[in-house]
């Protein structure tokens, strides 16, 4: 089976890449650019057909701050594709992401990641949703109005707050996608109980490979398939592989605090920048190889119809090794051929199964 004609036979479908950060410091998406995991160039190249860019917003923000930097994402996200119409194109539905591709255009989905900048105000969502929001992580790393996140040990909720039940409940009305990604197992198993559609975790790993409470237990990844949901494998390292984590974390934080000064004070700080940067990324870090490794747990646990492809590309520090953009996604196929996958279950894998789940919903 020849993987690059394959791979070119799919629609490749990535559920998170948080671009619009770049976006948001100016980087000019229609060129080809090192520095970043993603442009519209390297979408071309790595034969990407669709892709949810993520309008993310801290919890540390206010929620007045946390609004005003998702509108200006989700403005510089519209620029962007306007200025390069002859690339790619803003989708809201499927039907739509099927054209592009007919024209030979990427497609550009929304996706939230954060539901703080609707306020505890389902207006908000609404507009939010009427702006070209199709899916929305309920909250990220902290607890928020709506849910708890899987990152703070206290909780505030225990689950889902009153306020987040009747979001679930808008958002399966207007036809948003929701996204498990990041909350607490007690609120994946709230969302479970009181949403009427398939849910997902749009980047996410297998906590049985890598013991870390932002990734999926066995029993989460079995009750989201039984949902009809789909679990999207995220490429960030350290949930690869969580000898790599242990390492990783130190030098990660240590990097985090020397890039704050340095944006503060180049001149003054490159030194100490240049020097972190360099420590963290001498660190050997998993092959592309271990993102298979677990797609080949889920399809294990569950079957092949429950898993696929989200990125986090342009929100990670450090990429697999081989996969350092999006322009790489072909091995991700390569390696599903040279582990015996048919064509029909690595369609399924690249796009086909977040494809179904879009299409209950939207």
């Not at 949703?129 to 899987?150: E, F, K, V």
């Not at 949403?195 to 989201?224: E, G, Y």
């Not at 420590?279 to 677990?294: F, G, I, Q, T, W």
Request: net charge negative; charged share 25%; hydrophobic share 40%.
């Amino acid at each position: 089976m020849n993987y690059k004609k394959l791979h070119e036979s799919a629609f490749v479908l990535d559920s998170h890449c948080d671009s619009p950060l770049r976006l948001y410091d100016g980087i000019d998406m229609g060129k080809k650019n090192e520095q970043g995991h993603f442009d519209f160039i390297r979408m071309k190249e790595g034969g990407l057909n669709a892709a949810f860019f993520a309008i993310y917003t801290s919890n540390k923000l206010e929620p007045d701050a946390a609004t005003r930097k998702a509108l200006q994402l989700i403005a510089r996200t519209y620029d962007a594709v306007e200025q390069n119409e002859d690339k790619v194109g803003v989708a809201l539905s499927l039907e739509d992401a099927l054209e592009l591709r007919e024209k030979g255009l990427g497609a550009i989905f929304l996706g939230m990641e954060n539901g703080l900048p609707i306020q505890k105000d389902l207006s908000l969502l609404r507009l939010f949703y009427d702006m070209g929001i199709r899916y929305m992580t309920l909250t990220h790393a902290g607890n928020n109005d709506i849910c708890d996140s899987c990152a703070p040990k206290e909780k505030k909720w225990n689950g889902l707050s009153p306020f987040g039940k009747k979001v679930i409940k808008e958002m399966n009305r207007l036809g948003m996608i929701i996204d498990v990604s990041h909350i607490s197992d007690e609120s994946f198993y709230d969302v479970l109980k009181y949403s009427k559609k398939p849910v997902v975790a749009t980047h996410s790993c297998c906590r049985a490979i890598a013991d870390l409470p932002r990734n999926m237990t066995d029993q989460m990844i079995r009750d989201l398939a039984s949902h009809g949901g789909v679990i999207q494998i995220n490429f960030y390292p350290p949930f690869l592989n969580k000898v790599y984590a242990d390492k990783f974390w130190p030098l990660c934080d240590a990097f985090e605090a020397a890039e704050a000064l340095y944006k503060g004070n180049k001149k003054k700080h490159e030194a100490e920048y240049n020097e972190a940067l360099a420590n963290m990324l001498a660190l050997e870090r998993p092959s592309y190889k271990e993102v298979v490794d677990h797609i080949d747990h889920v399809v294990k646990l569950v079957g092949v119809d429950s898993v696929g492809l989200g990125s986090d590309f342009d929100g990670i520090e450090v990429t697999p090794v081989g996969l350092e953009g999006v322009d790489k996604l072909p091995v991700i196929t390569e390696e599903l051929v040279n582990r015996g996958y048919s064509e029909s279950d690595i369609h399924k894998i690249l796009g086909g199964n977040f494809m179904r789940v879009m299409d209950l919903n939207f």
